[in-house]
């Protein structure tokens, strides 16, 4: 299968619930009888990013058959590990929609420069395999050198249900970034009109109307001299919004050097989709999915 990479998580046995099977039973009800303390909610949460095994392997389905003589293991946490981040991660799949966790270096679509190694392209080989008349088709786009979650349909008409429904679809998304310096304001807002020049670089005016209305929220998380860990909210979402704001701010990303950064200590873009909730376009079901901050952006703020 190349590149593509389940989301299955190895995790310690201190992270984990392992649960025998005693008689048949459908895996949801299943787990609601022996997780008492936790909502249906929470329970279907676990099931839908992938934190439940039976029998060592990943299973979603909330109707699943359980044998007796099975054990089913709950994953508590979702680690990322950098180090070793090949590849896709899916994190959520069904008929219509596909959500993957991108790894930082990983073109959404095909350049002029590259065909082939893109998300879209290890996605469609995927689908694929199961029918070779199946495609995929992307509903939004992360840069090369963010990492973090992204939603692809199935079909071109969940696309355009998707793309021309997306701010009523869209419930909340959010980035975790590390930038440069010490930011002192604990919240922010960035508000400017953005414009593109001849060579690709995206660029502020503080003119109403010159350009492309962007307005970025961020939070601080945690704060060093050096580095700063903020949560960021994007209100419109433009090229390279986020990186400009940062840099308008006087704190570029780190590995940012296109929009300022003159530090790159984990040798790629301080930037990463957290959170990406969303309604089914054809349930209207809201679906959630919440990532761990990327190891390597935590050990800059010890």
């Known amino acids: 299968m190349g590149n593509y990479r389940q989301g299955n998580q190895h995790l310690g046995k201190e992270r984990q619930t392992h649960l025998p099977v005693s008689e048949p039973a459908e895996l949801?009800?299943?787990?609601?009888?022996?997780?008492?303390?936790?909502?249906?909610?929470?329970?279907?949460?676990?099931l839908t990013h992938r934190q439940v095994l039976v029998s060592g392997k990943v299973v979603s389905k909330y109707n699943h058959?359980?044998?007796?003589?099975?054990?089913?293991?709950?994953?508590?946490?979702?680690?990322?590990?950098?180090?070793?981040?090949?590849?896709l991660k899916i994190i959520y799949e069904d008929s219509e929609v596909i959500v993957i966790d991108k790894p930082a270096g990983l073109l959404s679509i095909a350049s002029d420069r590259?065909?082939?190694?893109?998300?879209?392209?290890?996605?469609?080989?995927?689908?694929?395999?199961i029918d070779s008349q199946n495609r995929i088709f992307i509903v939004h786009r992360l840069d090369?050198?963010?990492?973090?979650?992204?939603?692809?349909?199935?079909?071109e008409k969940i696309k355009h249900l998707l793309q021309d429904e997306w701010k009523d679809a869209l419930v909340d998304r959010a980035y975790i970034a590390v930038v440069e310096g010490q930011v002192e304001?604990?919240?922010?807002?960035?508000?400017?009109?953005?414009?593109?020049?001849?060579?690709?670089?995206?660029?502020?005016?503080t003119?109403?109307?010159?350009?492309?209305?962007?307005?970025?929220?961020?939070?601080?998380?945690?704060?060093?001299?050096?580095?700063?860990l903020l949560e960021i909210r994007l209100?419109?979402?433009?090229?390279?919004?986020?990186?400009?704001?940062?840099?308008?701010?006087?704190h570029s990303i780190i590995g940012d050097k296109k929009y300022g950064a003159i530090t790159n200590p984990i040798g790629r873009l301080g930037l990463h989709a957290h959170i990406l909730a969303f309604k089914h376009p054809l349930s209207?079901?809201?679906?959630?999915?919440?990532?761990?901050?990327?190891?390597?952006?935590a050990r800059l703020l010890k």
């Open 207 to 228: 003119r109403i109307g010159d350009g492309l209305e962007a307005i970025t929220h961020y939070k601080v998380l945690q704060a060093t001299k050096r580095f700063s």
């Open 185 to 205: 304001k604990t919240t922010g807002t960035v508000k400017s009109w953005l414009k593109e020049t001849k060579t690709k670089l995206m660029y502020s005016s």
């Open 144 to 155: 090369r050198d963010t990492s973090g979650l992204m939603l692809f349909a199935k079909n």
């Open 65 to 87: 058959l359980l044998q007796p003589g099975q054990e089913v293991v709950v994953n508590w946490s979702l680690v990322r590990d950098d180090d070793q981040n090949q590849g």
């Open 28 to 46: 949801m009800s299943f787990l609601i009888e022996k997780l008492p303390h936790k909502a249906r909610n929470n329970i279907k949460s676990l």
């Open 114 to 129: 590259e065909k082939h190694y893109t998300a879209y392209h290890l996605l469609t080989d995927y689908v694929q395999l």
């Open 284 to 297: 209207g079901e809201l679906l959630r999915f919440e990532t761990e901050i990327p190891k390597k952006f």
């Open 235 to 250: 209100q419109t979402g433009r090229k390279n919004q986020i990186r400009v704001h940062m840099k308008d701010i006087g």
